[in-house]
Each structure stands twice: as C-alpha cells, then as structure tokens.
C-alpha cells in the first residue's frame, strides 16, 4: 500500500517565478493538507483540499494556491516566490472526519 | 486561538537513559493530540495520539505518553533510549471544522553512545 507521495524532492527556484508541488495521497484517503516548514520551526498549515475544493486556509497569502484533481491528487502553486518562501513542503492525506493525517516527505523548496 | 508549547529546543540524553519531551497545549474544547518524529530530511511519523479515554496512551518505538487535563500536558516518555532515537520531535493539537493541526516548534533530540 502506497503512502503519500511528494515530488519533486528537491528544487530550486529564483525570486519572481512560480512553482508547483506535487502531492498523490495514501490509497483510499480523499481529503489533502498542505504545510509549511520553515527550518527550525513546526510545520505551519496552508490549506486543505476536499472535492476539488478549498475547505480551510491558514494565514498564508493569495500566493499560495491548490488545486485538487478528481483522482484525490494535489498540487500546491506558489507565485512571485520570495526568499522567505525557502521551506520544507509537507502534503498530509486523511479520510474526511478522522483525525490522523498522513506526511508524505516533503518537496524541499529553496528560493534564491 | 489554539497553540502548543514545547518549551525545550534541544535534549540530550545517554542511550539507554529515559526521556521525558515535554509539551503544553492551549484549547477551548477537548483536545486531540499527536506526538509526531521526523528525521532529518524526511517527513513526519506519528508516534501517538490521544483522543479520550485512558490518559496513558502507548505508541509505536516503545514510546507513551500521558495525558494530564489539568496540566495541560500531553508530555512523551520513553523508559530507554536508543542511538536511532535522535530526531526532531512535534507535538500537535488538532483543531475542528477542517482536519487541521496545529504544531509546536519541536525538540531535537540528541543521543550520546
């Protein structure tokens, strides 16, 4: 049984482009979180994806945007990146209404 | 608003020693709680979690942790460390209307031979 899965691994990007994250969740799972971690720091929540549509969002900027196909799949768009958006980008899969979440290993994003 | 407080940055134990991570949370309603590990550059494993019921919850990796509502605490505890311990640990609280968790700032745990 597949887990989340996440790529690219790594990336590297410049100040002003855009990027996209990719995030396939664990068989069976529906619902898709996004999260932010900033080194030496906790994980910081995005947004959450269910039925192709947004359910909650963090305190994040409208940089930060998702999307949710109808295979469950995600990706997580970032545009105008900026220095600060050098982070650790974690997809967490669950079933609607449970409490555990899943973490895929992250896209390792750093902005120069 | 939700938070969680893991007041030690860095903990340094001697392999086979106990450990105690210690973790507050502040919330409203009853909280669900996580304790998650992660390895350097890897994503995070949950360990535990409490929902209700008995306060003493067992984990994976020989791991417990209790939960104390008056405290506000949900501390881990393992009685013997191992060298393959050392990670950086989060605690986590979840919140309603959206599946989402709210995480502490973590503890990196450092493991003497």
């Known amino acids: 049984d597949a887990g989340v899965t996440q790529s690219p691994t790594h990336l590297i990007k410049t100040r002003g482009q855009q990027v996209t994250l990719r995030c396939s969740p664990k068989?069976?799972?529906?619902?898709v979180s996004w999260y932010q971690q900033a080194l030496g720091q906790g994980p910081q929540f995005i947004f959450q994806y269910y039925e192709e549509e947004e359910r909650q969002r963090g305190n994040f900027p409208d940089r930060f945007s998702g999307h949710q196909f109808p295979n469950y799949s995600s990706e997580l768009n970032v545009n105008a990146l900026l220095l600060g958006d050098s982070a650790l980008y974690l997809c967490?899969?669950?079933?609607?209404?449970?409490?555990?979440?899943?973490f895929g290993p992250g896209t390792r994003l750093t902005v120069t | 608003a939700q938070s969680v407080t893991q007041p030690d940055i860095h903990i340094t134990v001697s392999e086979g020693a106990s450990l105690e991570l210690r973790c507050n949370y502040s919330?409203?309603?009853?909280?669900?709680l996580f304790w998650y590990v992660q390895s350097p550059g890897q994503g995070l494993q949950l360990l535990l979690k409490y929902f209700s019921g008995d306060t003493l919850v067992q984990g994976i990796k020989g791991f417990e942790a209790e939960f104390k509502r008056s405290q506000s605490s949900f501390n881990l505890r393992k009685p013997s460390v191992h060298w393959s311990d050392a990670a950086e640990y989060f605690c986590a609280v979840y919140t309603g209307g959206g599946n989402k968790l709210t995480f502490g700032t973590g503890t990196q745990l450092k493991v003497e031979l």
């Open positions: 919330y409203g309603a009853t909280p669900y």
């Open positions: 967490a899969s669950s079933l609607l209404g449970s409490y555990e979440q899943y």
């Open positions: 068989s069976g799972h529906d619902t």
